[in-house]
Antibody, heavy 121, light 107 residues
């Protein structure tokens, strides 16, 4: 069964740090790019970051560039998001998703259930 | 960044209705467009990629069309399980921006 399970969310003070994890099973993790996306309470979806299978190509949204770091461990079939200098506006449900590539078309075809991050004093 | 604008932001419809949602891009994205469905408290689900390709397992009442800057999602006959929020997302370049969402509600 294909599964993406996020963990590591919680309550953190502004300026604090948090590391999210996404444990993957059911497909060959090392063959796929992966995404982090988020959704603030009552708001729409926002793409946060992407990483290719070999960690050679990494992209970030401007809103998190310089504060967040995406990484992966193919041996552990896990994706990570290190979040530093957190702000109130980073409060959201964070999703990991498989970034499927089909003839240069990219889409998030498998999603985790999400983990909530709350930044508040 | 490419701005994606969906219309309408919400709509009321009845079971059996034909529903059309439009996504307008701020520049030509050819057919690099995905559509997702999200229900409250759940992760989004991919419906359509490459503007008109139906994801495996998605009912054929969902279809996508268009190219360039104006693309559409159509539900040919709305079913009870289709009441949800729908998002478009461009995959033409990074950042992969989303529309603001269209909430389909019961009339």
């Amino acid at each position: 069964e294909v599964q993406l399970v996020e963990s590591g969310g919680g309550l953190v003070k502004p300026g604090g740090s948090l590391r999210l994890s996404c444990a993957v099973s059911g497909f060959t993790f090392s063959s796929y790019s992966m995404n982090w996306l988020r959704q603030a309470p009552g708001k729409g979806l926002e793409w946060v970051s992407s990483i290719d299978p070999s960690s050679g190509y990494i992209f970030y949204a401007d809103s998190v560039k310089g504060r967040f770091t995406i990484s992966r461990d193919n041996a552990k079939t896990s994706l990570y998001l290190q979040m530093n200098s957190l702000r109130a506006e980073d409060t959201a449900v964070y999703y990991c998703a498989r970034n499927y590539e089909n003839r240069r078309y990219y889409y998030s075809d498998i999603w985790g259930q999400g983990t909530m991050v709350t930044v508040s004093s | 960044d490419i701005q994606m604008t969906q219309s309408p932001s919400s709509l009321s419809a009845s079971v059996g209705d034909r529903v059309t949602i439009t996504c307008r891009a701020s520049q030509n994205i050819t057919n690099y467009l995905n559509w997702y469905q999200q229900k409250p408290g759940k992760a989004p689900k991919l419906l359509i990629y490459a503007a008109s390709s139906l994801q495996s397992g998605v009912p054929s009442r969902f279809s996508g069309s268009g190219s360039g800057t104006d693309l559409t999602l159509t539900i040919s006959s709305l079913q009870p399980e289709d009441f949800a929020t729908y998002y478009c997302q461009q995959s033409y370049n990074v950042p992969r921006t989303f529309g603001q969402g269209t909430k389909v509600e019961v009339k």
